[in-house]
């Protein structure tokens, strides 16, 4: 039971990759009509890139722990 912080590292870590590419992937979709195509892009870009930072970094924390 002392290693309790490494599941909850790995469960942070995968759900955001899964977020973080799913953003990705969502941006490459048609918009729909009535919004700003090029906002939403770069909305869902930045998510994205955001969400695959954050998985960086829990890897990074799964490393050195």
Known sequence: MSNWHEPILFTFALITFVMGLSS???SLFPQPAGTNPLQTK?????FGASG????IVFVYALCTA
């Open 24 to 26: 990705i992937i969502m």
């Open 42 to 46: 770069i909305e869902y870009g930045f």
């Open 52 to 55: 695959l930072v954050l998985f």
